[in-house]
């Protein structure tokens, strides 16, 4: 079955071409997506993935403030009941010269699931949700195994 990914920039965020270039690579990679496009609000992403019943959220930041601008995002997510939804998130994601490591931590602690930093190339994200989509679909397969079982 196709897999629906959401995807925008966060904030008053207006950098453009990435999402532009991600969204033609994840549709050439069999992915509907969902554009939404710059300045996207939480409460758009969230609604957006669930209207779509999406399989992930590509959360896009450019312009140094991504930190504040997702504050609260997962909590968004989760009482939106998607907890189960992916999110991924890439860019610039801090301002000037930053150690990504440690950003790459802070917003795997508050929530998502892949951090990528602004040299990834796209296919890299799109073989790492294949093989998290997957590893979610065996996950559920399983646990609806062990429930009839
Ligand atoms: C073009 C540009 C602009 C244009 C944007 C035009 C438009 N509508 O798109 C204009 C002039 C409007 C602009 C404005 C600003 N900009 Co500007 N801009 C750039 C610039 C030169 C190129 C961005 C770009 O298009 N890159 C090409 C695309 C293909 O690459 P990309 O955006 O990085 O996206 C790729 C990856 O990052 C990654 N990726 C991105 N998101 C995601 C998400 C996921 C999930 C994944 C997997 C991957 C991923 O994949 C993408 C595709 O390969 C960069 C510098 C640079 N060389 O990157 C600065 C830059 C991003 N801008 C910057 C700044 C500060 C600003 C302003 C705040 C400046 C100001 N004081 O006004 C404003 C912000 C305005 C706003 N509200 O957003 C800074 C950000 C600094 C930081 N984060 O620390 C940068 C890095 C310049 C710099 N070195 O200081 N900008």
Redesign the pocket.
Request: aromatic share 10%; no cysteine.
């Given at each position: 079955m196709t897999k629906t990914v959401i995807l925008g920039v966060i904030g008053?965020?207006?950098?453009?071409?990435?999402?532009t270039?991600?969204e033609q690579a994840f549709e050439a990679a069999g992915f509907d997506v969902v554009n939404l496009g710059?300045q996207t609000s939480q409460t758009e992403f969230v609604d957006a993935a669930d209207e779509h019943d999406a399989a992930a959220v590509?959360?896009?930041?450019?312009?140094?403030h991504a930190k504040q601008d997702c504050q609260g995002f997962h909590r968004q997510i989760a009482d939106a009941g998607l907890e189960d939804v992916t999110t991924?998130?890439?860019?610039?994601l801090?301002?000037?010269q930053d150690d990504f490591e440690e950003t790459r931590a802070f917003f795997r602690e508050i929530g998502f699931d892949r951090v990528?930093?602004?040299e990834?190339?796209?296919e890299d994200?799109i073989e790492a949700l294949r093989a998290d989509l997957d590893m979610r679909s065996a996950e559920t397969e399983r646990e609806s195994q062990t429930v009839s079982a």
């Open positions: 008053s965020d207006a950098h453009v071409v990435g999402i270039i991600l710059v590509l959360v896009s930041s450019l312009y140094g991924y998130i890439g860019g610039n801090a301002v000037g990528f930093d602004s990834t190339d796209p994200a």
